[in-house]
């Protein structure tokens, strides 16, 4: 017990610097929303500082620790004001990126000025131990680093709580611009959070490095079991943050005690981490709750003449031209690209941002090199069986992605990443040794590609791997299963809202995603006779993420030009031109390029590539790069009348639906102690419009949220057709046919108009996951989106981008969209929101005939009470989740509960008889 004890007290020393270093990310994340993963970088300056104060310029210790945490915070100052806020209105994967950045800056130039030693220091702050009773003593640095940050939560906790300062810095978080007219600067509250938090961080540094010593890496890495603890305290609490950094500190040296696994103990944050995401995570977004704004993609069309004429100029390159030097360094180029490439899969197609893709081929190379290496398989078949065996890993990774999602899904998977590290990568008794696994000379069908010896055949054979796989990632963009990830990616409610299965879209993507980094990374570790898995550390991977991000992260040639910026690539030896020694400032320089692309060119380098391709490619009439979806139809289509009536040939093509009748029988919602829906019951049939109106917070999206399964813990239920779908996922009820629209502007983008109708009408069948990197035949532009296309006015517009529509635009196409698949109930929210008059009069003319002309059954809720009345043939009434009149529209109007609930006077109120012509 005394054992215990003293390994339990030992870990409150260890948790007081994950403590310290997590309670300033959770300052900056509540001062300015950004998840600082450069924060133990900061207190490694600070470190540094301090050593270099106190012992090469006889600063006194104590003073030496003041200046160090003074530089971390004017360090967080101009971290803000040069990149951070240049970024504030950047989507939340920018700022990300940006910090990691940072990060790799703020490293290399640490490792340029000091080298990679590690440094023991003397300690300023007491290190003699105290004797605490029963044999147990524990080091007053503990003490002290274990205090600290208790104070410190205590201290922040007091100032967000109690001054005005803090309570400014809230209210900026929750609404700036209201901040802003109460005469508080959010710049400026940013500015200060990022200096406190920065200041803190570099408290932690000063502290630490008195007792692990000056070792850049080991620095750096503090923060990932810090944003570890950072979550336990949902980046908001800081009792709780510095709860869960000590029960993390306590945890590791208990298991390091008594648990003899490698690597547990460094891993052991991130398994406790995975499972508490999965049990409280939540399968989708909630409402309002922001993407990460990714950037834009690629079309996926690409010409075969171009796909030759690349690997023609490569090959010749590599045959004729270059040295061998120059042929290693694009080798390492080719299969850094690789793993690239499943970059752009999973978080340029996907939207899940993965930052252990390098660790995935480190787990591909693992599994190839036992089976050559033990089993003496042919190396075809071991890379087969590896590529296949990290498809089950990159599924379980996958799992965090289905209840998490941004910045959590970051973190989890760096964790993860960092849980291969050090509990397979690092452990010689997995690997083969010191040496790693010997698997001798790669020979492919009887040849020798030994790229030491050959490495004009090893770089044949990547070139040819990577063309194959590049297409098939091409192909897969362009596919249904394509859209379906790029909707995922955009906006997970409205992908399910139209029968998209979010999570196996999620899955498949961390799958193929697994096959492809594990291919790269078998492919980087058979250029020699042995495997050395210190390739694949979990920094690889935050490199390969910014390496994409420069590059592109959603376009093919994006992944080509992350390969360039790697270490010992074409990028390096480039640098070696300018001089020996030069290559050493690669990851410098990529840090710094990261930087000025995020700020200036958030698509990354890919697309104005592509674009002066295309402009030159024009210019001698050839085939262009990308081709933007031919497959439209060319003839013209009729377009809708300014009165808001469809052409003959459109009425003439109506669909009709099967009819189907929805019934809701009591539903209640209650969010806390709040009754949203107090058991409500209508029914919506085939051929009607059912008009539900109330005032704002009456429950009417709530109930739609209710129908189509967006709200958790409803009770009651929903039947179709007299079967219940009260527990079918939301997916599901879109697939049977209850289909909606959004009363907030739920887009794809950065897809265009005719994607996003394609989209709404295309099979979700699994077959098409199989096929998805095969282009056998181009598909018909369906023609039920045709239909809603001539409809809508959309016919000449469906090469436009989503984004580039005006709002009005953009309403009509999430109805548009909502129609083309042809549902039999459909639930319109708000549909006439931000529509002028002539576009609320079409839509006058547009409802009662999706009922009337194909059998839906429509429910309408909506705000203008005039298009209600003029429209619907019953009338429902909600006043704080209650249903307090149903009828006719005349009926409702003259009803003395509604008139009082809603309406008002009675002469406020419309003349349902003068509008029922139009019905």
């Given at each position: 017990?005394?054992e215990f004890i003293r390994f339990a007290i030992l870990g409150l020393g260890t948790g ?444 044949t054979v990547v070139i040819v791997l990577l063309l194959i796989t590049g297409v098939g ?379 009337k002309d194909r059998g839906m059954a429509v429910l309408l809720v909506e705000h203008d ?55």
């Amino acid at each position: 017990m005394v054992e215990f004890i003293r390994f339990a007290i030992l870990g409150l020393g260890t948790g007081g610097i994950f403590a310290l270093l997590a309670l300033g990310t959770v300052q900056i994340h509540r001062g300015s929303g950004v998840l600082n993963f450069a924060q133990g970088a900061v207190g490694m300056v600070a470190g540094y500082v301090f050593w270099d104060l106190r012992d090469n310029r006889g600063v006194d210790g104590y003073l030496a620790m003041g200046t160090g945490v003074v530089a971390a915070a004017i360090l967080g100052l101009l971290i803000y004001l040069v990149i951070m806020r240049p970024l504030r209105d950047a989507p939340p994967l920018t700022k990300v990126i940006a910090t990691l950045g940072v990060m790799v800056v703020l490293q290399s130039s640490a490792l340029l000025i000091y080298g990679s030693d590690t440094r023991s220091i003397a300690p300023t702050i007491p290190a003699n131990a105290w004797n605490i009773g029963g044999g147990v003593a524990i080091g007053v640095d503990r003490i002290i680093l274990f205090s600290t940050a208790i104070v410190v939560a205590v201290a922040l906790t007091m100032l967000y709580r109690f001054t005005q300062f803090g309570m400014a810095t809230e209210a900026s978080a929750e609404n700036p611009l209201a901040t802003a007219a109460l005469g508080h600067s959010p710049d400026r509250l940013a500015a200060l959070n990022w200096v406190l938090g920065s200041a803190v961080g570099g408290l932690a540094g000063v502290l630490v490095v008195q007792i692990t010593g000056l070792n850049i890496t080991l620095l750096v890495l503090l923060t990932i079991p810090s944003l570890a603890a950072a979550l336990v305290g949902r980046l908001h609490s800081y009792m709780l943050t510095v709860l869960g950094a000590l029960l993390i500190g306590v945890g590791q040296s208990l298991v390091t005690r008594y648990i003899d696994v490698s690597g547990l103990s460094s891993a052991l944050p991130f398994i406790v981490i995975f499972v508490l995401v999965l049990l409280s995570g939540r399968a989708l977004p909630t409402r309002g709750e922001a993407s990460m704004g990714l950037p834009r993609v690629g079309t996926g069309r690409v010409s075969p003449v171009n796909i030759v004429l690349v690997g023609a100029v490569a090959l010749i390159l590599v045959w004729t031209v270059f040295s061998s030097n120059w042929v290693n360094g694009m080798i390492n180029t080719l299969v850094i690209a690789f793993v690239a490439l499943s970059v752009v899969v999973v978080t340029g197609y996907a939207g899940q941002v993965s930052l252990a893709q390098i660790a995935l081929a480190g787990l591909g190379a693992y599994f190839t090199g036992r089976l050559v290496a033990a089993s003496d398989w042919p190396l075809w078949a071991a890379t087969l069986a590896g590529v296949f065996a990290t498809i089950p890993v990159g599924l379980l990774l996958a799992l965090p992605a289905l209840r998490a999602r941004g910045i959590t899904l970051a973190v989890i998977t760096l964790g993860m990443g960092l849980v291969l590290q050090t509990m397979l990568f690092e452990n010689s008794d997995l690997t083969g040794g010191i040496t790693g696994t010997q698997v001798g000379n790669p020979v492919i069908f009887g040849i020798d590609v030994n790229a030491i010896a050959y490495p004009e055949r090893y770089a044949t054979v990547v070139i040819v791997l990577l063309l194959i796989t590049g297409v098939g990632v091409a192909n897969l963009r362009s596919s249904r299963v394509g859209r379906r990830l790029l909707a995922v990616r955009s906006n997970e409610r409205a992908a399910a809202a139209l029968g998209i299965n979010v999570v196996e879209a999620k899955l498949f993507a961390f799958g193929i995603g697994a096959a492809i980094a594990a291919l790269g990374g078998i492919l980087m570790a058979f250029r020699g006779p042995s495997i050395v898995y210190s390739d694949f550390g979990v920094f690889g991977s935050v490199n390969i993420l910014m390496w994409a991000v420069i590059g592109g992260v959603g376009y093919i040639l994006g992944a080509g030009i992350a390969g360039t910026l790697a270490a010992g690539g074409v990028g390096a030896y480039i640098f070696d031109l300018l001089g020996d020694g030069f290559s050493e400032y690669v990851p410098l320089v990529g840090g710094i390029v990261i930087l000025l692309v995020v700020t200036r060119l958030p698509d990354g380098l890919a697309q104005p590539n592509i674009e002066a391709w295309d402009l030159v490619a024009s210019k001698f009439g050839r085939n262009r790069f990308s081709q933007d979806l031919p497959d439209f139809p060319e003839r013209a289509l009729d377009r809708q009348g300014a009165n808001g009536e469809t052409s003959q040939s459109a009425e003439n093509q109506l669909t009709v639906v099967p009819p189907r009748l929805l019934k809701v029988d009591n539903v209640a919602v209650r969010f806390g102690g709040v009754v949203a829906l107090n058991n409500v019951s209508l029914e919506v049939r085939p051929g009607e419009v059912l008009g539900l109106i109330g005032p704002n917070g009456a429950g009417k999206t709530t109930l739609i949220d209710a129908i189509t399964g967006f709200v958790p813990n409803v009770t009651g239920d929903m039947f179709l057709d007299g079967v219940s779908i009260g527990l079918r996922a939301p997916h599901q009820r879109a697939r049977l046919g209850i289909v909606r629209s959004w009363q907030s502007v739920e887009m794809f983008t950065h897809m265009s108009v005719g994607e996003s109708l394609r989209l709404a009408c295309e099979p979700r069948d699994r077959r098409s996951y199989l096929m998805s990197m095969l282009r056998l035949r181009d598909e018909p532009f369906p023609d039920s989106a045709l239909e809603v296309a001539e409809g809508f006015g959309f016919a000449d517009k469906l090469e436009t981008a989503v984004d580039e529509l005006s709002f009005a635009d953009r309403k009509l196409l999430g109805l548009a969209r909502s129609m083309a698949s042809s549902p039999s109930v459909l639930l319109l929210d708000e549909p006439a929101a931000g529509l002028d008059g002539e576009e609320v009069e079409a839509l006058r003319h547009i409802i009662p005939r999706l009922a009337k002309d194909r059998g839906m059954a429509v429910l309408l809720v909506e705000h203008d009470v005039n298009l209600v009345m003029g429209v619907s043939d019953r009338v429902m009434v909600l006043d704080f989740g209650t249903k307090i009149a149903e009828g006719s529209p005349p009926e409702v109007s003259a009803d003395p509960a509604v008139i009082a609930a809603y309406f008002g006077e009675p002469e406020h109120l419309v003349d349902a008889n003068a509008d029922s012509g139009s019905r």
